[in-house]
């Protein structure tokens, strides 16, 4: 929080800090002046993160996806927004924003987001839904496009081999159904499943499940995101794990991009990839099957109305086009959040049309139908003073950068390829807009 002469500014630092819910405040410029506790919390970030960078370079989103710079260029609130987004640490994060614009003597200066944190909430609503009822099969997992065929075609076959297996794929793919289709489908119905969630697993747990591992002779393992440990955590699990290894004791892992770009770049320890490697199942996002999207939606709206007695069986014309249309940058869980949505607020709907679908991904998409997106992302307000040059071309090249390896799935050599540069330069590149 930038200081200020006040007398009274310690009682609201303390204030702002000590708030149960996030606020993040944005001047002009879409430079951040307010970030408290909280929102450090939700975030994952810290103000020296945040300080001197706009926030199109912090997370995962366009422009026109940000209520923060929505509000900052049309000067007119946002409320109930609900947004589910990446950082830059890669986790997942879904929060309700309530967005206002700032004004000095009648002139625009920023906007403040108040921010309520249901990352947890979404997350407890939907997998006791799922894990509660029945068992986990290939069969549930939705299957049309040929890309996904082969995926269950390889998942069998590690079934009958029981090695360590690994699965590759973004955030919202669908790694945990998988991991539990593939132990449902090799093991008998009282062996437990265990689920090491490695974004906040600390060396305690671990030893926790090394305890585990002596009380129990068969069971499922899948550690979830094995590349978010520290190189130390790595290290331990993977000791751990060398000495359980014995018959009806399956080992199941996951990360979220290709393992060697995390070997190269000392996010995953290469030993621990080599142990979950014997069996390797890349599952692709669903930007490249989306054959598989109506289907999803079909057998998600059945689901529900077997359950609940939903009146929801389909979707329009135009919903259809924009869903095929939209990238799903947090895939099929992005869409099962926002199925999530529509279905609690429907009533006598048959059909979700355009008008029922949430205010959130409506901005986001609003262009998408008519015209192309518009490469301005980094200009915080076209139509006001030009910012220095200097500053211009840095954000200019933090961008392209940005958006051309968000096109090639964050592929460091498939990046430098398009841009005709070599991958150290990227690199290092890359690297300094990190700092």
């Not at 690994?166 to 119905?189: M, P, Q, R, V, Y």
């Not at 990238?327 to 006598?348: C, H, K, Q, V, Y």
């Amino acid at each position: 929080m930038v200081q200020y002469d006040n007398p009274y500014f310690p009682f609201y630092q303390f204030a702002v800090n000590h708030a149960g819910v996030g606020i993040h405040a944005i001047d002009q410029t879409g430079r951040t002046i307010i970030y408290n506790d909280k929102m450090k919390e939700i975030e994952g970030l810290d103000l020296d993160d945040v300080g001197d960078r706009s926030i199109l370079e912090l997370f995962s989103f366009e422009q026109e996806e940000s209520t923060l710079l929505k509000v900052l260029q049309s000067g007119k609130e946002q409320l109930n927004v609900k947004q589910t987004y990446w950082n830059r640490n890669g986790n997942e994060i879904t929060t309700i924003n309530d967005t206002f614009p700032i004004f000095s003597e009648g002139t625009l200066i920023g906007a403040v987001e108040i921010a309520r944190d249901v990352t947890a909430l979404e997350k407890f609503i939907f997998h006791p839904l799922r894990k509660n009822s029945t068992p986990v099969t290939f069969n549930q997992i939705v299957a049309n496009s040929d890309a996904m065929k082969a995926v269950i075609t390889t998942a069998r076959k590690a079934c009958s081999a029981k090695l360590p297996i690994l699965l590759i794929g973004e955030t919202g793919t669908g790694k945990d159904l998988l991991a539990e289709s593939i132990h449902n489908e090799s093991s008998s119905t009282d062996t437990p499943f265990y689920t090491l969630f490695c974004h906040s697993t600390d060396s305690e747990m671990i030893e926790k499940l090394a305890h585990e591992f002596d009380e129990a002779d068969q069971f499922t393992l899948f550690c979830e995101r094995i590349d978010l440990l520290s190189m130390g955590l790595q290290q331990k699990l993977l000791s751990i794990l060398s000495d359980a290894e014995k018959d009806g004791r399956q080992f199941i892992a996951s990360i979220g991009e290709d393992p060697v770009e995390l070997i190269s770049r000392g996010t995953l320890l290469k030993d621990l990839y080599y142990f979950f490697a014997s069996f390797t199942i890349r599952i692709p996002p669903v930007r490249k099957r989306k054959e598989d999207i109506m289907p999803f939606i079909d057998a998600y709206l059945t689901k529900r109305k077997e359950r609940f007695g939903y009146s929801l069986e389909g979707v329009s014309e135009e919903v259809e086009q924009l869903f095929l249309l939209y990238d799903w940058p947090g895939n099929l869980r992005e869409l099962e959040f926002l199925l999530d949505e529509i279905s609690s607020l429907a009533t006598m709907d048959t059909v979700i049309t355009y008008e029922m679908l949430p205010l959130h991904f409506r901005i986001k998409t609003d262009d998408m139908m008519n015209k192309p997106v518009q490469a301005v992302d980094f200009i915080v307000q076209p139509n006001k003073d030009l910012m220095p040059l200097d500053q211009f071309l840095r954000e200019a090249e933090e961008y392209y950068l940005l958006k051309a390896m968000k096109l090639h799935d964050d592929n460091i050599t498939k990046t430098a390829n398009a841009l005709g540069m070599s991958r150290q330069n990227l690199q290092y590149r890359l690297r300094k807009i990190k700092k």
